[in-house]
């Protein structure tokens, strides 16, 4: 029996929930935490027994309207939505669903099909689970130690819960971003064939779950968010509160924006899970992701935030949230937000190509004006298969957008875009090992940086000009042992060594000149467990490459952002800082001209 999704995908939220919160499905034991599901293969590695076509037809219905419904998965059962549609004998609709597999599966087999369809019915988490959580399965979790080189699967796990994405656990341990990526890819297969040979779901519905999962992966391998488990038995570690991460800042230092999470459910049903938050230089606080409606049951969540350089707008990525657990579902929207103006904008679907039923779209990076907006997406298209991924760049006041690269498999772009908005900068695979492309908008030249090795962590300075970037290659100098920050200034073909010493260095930043770079740097032998995690804010000069710490402390510092002017840095830090006590994730506010730091998000 393979290990409950309870154990690996419970939200924050759910951590924080009062003790007399309940289960939303009915056959969940007593005590049960709301986001239980039962401890089923077929659950837990997503077997639908029901082909997604002939349930929408038998219930007449639409995966749209199937959405909308079990949303609200506290109370909203399929079969409540099959009854008004005028259904009324749950036991035939299940036969009817099961009824094109029946021959195929034969008598025993069409008989589990029967009870798990009826289950898929009447328990709403369930089919919420079933229907919309594509990467919600123990396929990648059982295999992590050969994915991703981690001593066990807790391990993995327990450097998630410390908001480190997969790809950098594969990184710590070894292993080349292409080499994992392909290994979760075969887990997922293995999964899905598994399923179909021991008749548990048909090739069709195994083919499309699979295609959407393929086309979700690049973003989860790249995503530093873990959406469960912390805090409760399971992260016993960290102190209850709102926590706080993903930090940028405007170019001259007077605007902090940030995402913000709540772990009260209340909370997070009214206002969605996470939102983005301002700080200016008063210290005066704003919200960014726009309020929910008073008693709207259908909260939005807003996270991976980017501000301009000028201080003016804030590009985030925004999903609708479940209810009554706040946790995301569904497509994930680029927004666009001017602070002058209050005005948004879903800067994702302005001027959409044609042909496109749906789209999630992510990883946006913004130009210091706020004029153009770089983003990642993947397409349904109007036959209902998903596209590959693509990089495409919106002009906000041209109300247009087009496609920088063609649709290709492969990991996450990453996309990152100058300040000035001449290039971008992005990773793509090559020769078993990643690379880094900076190339022109305007003429699509490109620029590559590559070696025996991962390169990846692009940043750009504000005119394109030079890049920092992160490799364990020995190419330019490195033990071919540790992951190490340079910087490659393009014209010149210079590559500049700015982490020496260090230890393991990565996540870096650049100034607008391309002078300084913040970086985080990595104990060796560091324990997986957040109570364990060590590592230190660093600053470099490229014309004197010998870095300095600039923050440091019993916690884990990282994601820093280097303002323009090169005097400010912001970052996440888990360490105890004023009032806010350790474990507890915050944003960090350094002013290097004065070596003051204090937090600048609140508890």
């Known amino acids: 029996m393979r290990r409950s999704l309870v154990s690996l995908f419970v939200l924050a939220a759910v951590a924080a929930a ?123 979790g059982d295999n992590a130690r050969r994915i991703f080189g981690v001593p066990s699967r807790q391990a993995f796990f327990d450097l998630r819960r410390s908001e480190v994405s997969p790809l950098q656990i594969g990184e710590f341990n070894g292993r080349s971003r292409s080499q994992l990526a392909q290994r979760a890819v075969e887990a997922l297969r293995n999964a899905n064939s598994d399923g179909v040979r021991g008749g548990a779901f048909s090739k069709g519905q195994a083919d ?102 000028d201080g003016g707008s804030v590009v985030f990525e925004s999903s609708e949230t479940s209810f009554p657990l706040a946790k995301r579902v569904g497509n994930m929207t680029v927004i666009h937000r001017n602070l002058r103006t209050g005005a948004l904008k879903k800067v994702s679907e302005i001027g959409r190509p044609a042909g496109i039923r749906t789209r999630t779209a992510f990883n946006p990076s913004i130009s210091d004006d706020g004029r153009y907006v770089l983003f990642e997406a993947n397409d349904i298209l109007i036959s209902g298969r998903p596209s590959g991924l693509a990089i495409w760049l919106a002009d906000v006041q041209a109300g247009t957008q087009r496609r920088l690269l063609k649709e290709e498999p492969g990991l996450a772009y990453l996309p990152v875009i100058s300040g000035d908005g001449s290039s971008i900068a992005f990773t793509e695979p090559s020769g078993g090992h990643t690379r880094i492309v900076v190339m022109s908008v305007a003429s699509g030249s490109r620029a590559v940086v590559e070696a025996g090795g991962d390169v990846y962590e692009p940043a750009l300075s504000a005119d394109g000009s030079i890049v920092a970037f992160t490799t364990q290659a020995k190419t330019f100098g490195g033990d071919g042992g540790r992951s190490r920050v340079y910087v490659r200034e393009l014209r010149e073909g210079r590559t500049t060594l700015v982490s020496r010493g260090v230890g393991f260095a990565h996540q870096p930043s650049i100034s607008g000149d391309g002078s300084q770079v913040a970086f985080v740097a990595r104990r060796e032998g560091t324990k997986p467990a957040i109570t364990s995690q060590r590592s230190t804010l660093q600053i470099a000069s490229v014309a004197d490459p010998e870095p300095k710490p600039l923050f440091s402390g019993r916690g884990w510092s990282f994601q820093p952002a280097i303002s323009r002017d090169g005097k400010t840095v912001v970052a996440t830090t888990t360490a105890k800082v004023g009032s806010k006590p350790f474990g507890l994730a915050g944003v960090l506010l350094c002013r290097l001209d004065s070596g003051r730091h204090e937090i600048a998000s609140t508890r």
Request: aromatic share 6%; net charge positive; no cysteine.
């Open 208 to 309: 499309l779950m699979l295609a959407r999962q393929l086309a979700q992966l690049p973003r989860w391998l790249g995503q530093n968010r873990y959406n469960g488990p912390t805090a409760a038995p399971s992260r016993p570690d960290v102190p209850k509160g709102d926590y706080a991460n993903h930090p940028t800042v405007s170019a001259g230092g007077e605007l902090v924006v940030w995402d913000a999470y709540r772990t009260t459910i209340s909370e997070a049903e009214r206002e969605g899970e996470i939102h983005v938050v301002s700080r200016n230089a008063a210290g005066e606080r704003a919200g960014v992701s726009p309020p929910e409606p008073p008693g709207s049951r259908r909260p939005t969540s807003a996270y991976n935030s980017v501000v301009s350089g």
């Open 18 to 140: 009062p003790a007399a919160a309940t289960a939303q499905d009915s056959l969940a034991p007593p005590g049960a935490d709301p986001s239980w599901l039962p401890n089923e293969e077929w659950v837990n590695l997503r077997w639908m027994p029901v082909d997604e076509a002939r349930l929408y037809a038998v219930l007449k219905t639409s995966r749209g309207e199937v959405f909308r419904w079990v949303r609200v998965d506290a109370t909203n059962s399929l079969w409540m939505l099959a009854s008004k549609k005028g259904l009324r004998d749950i036991d035939g609709t299940a036969r009817k669903l099961i009824a094109p597999r029946a021959k195929a599966a034969g008598p025993r087999m069409t008989k589990v099909l029967v009870r798990r369809a009826r289950r898929l019915l009447t328990q709403p988490h369930l089919a919420q689970h079933m229907l919309f959580h594509d990467l919600h399965q123990t396929a990648i």
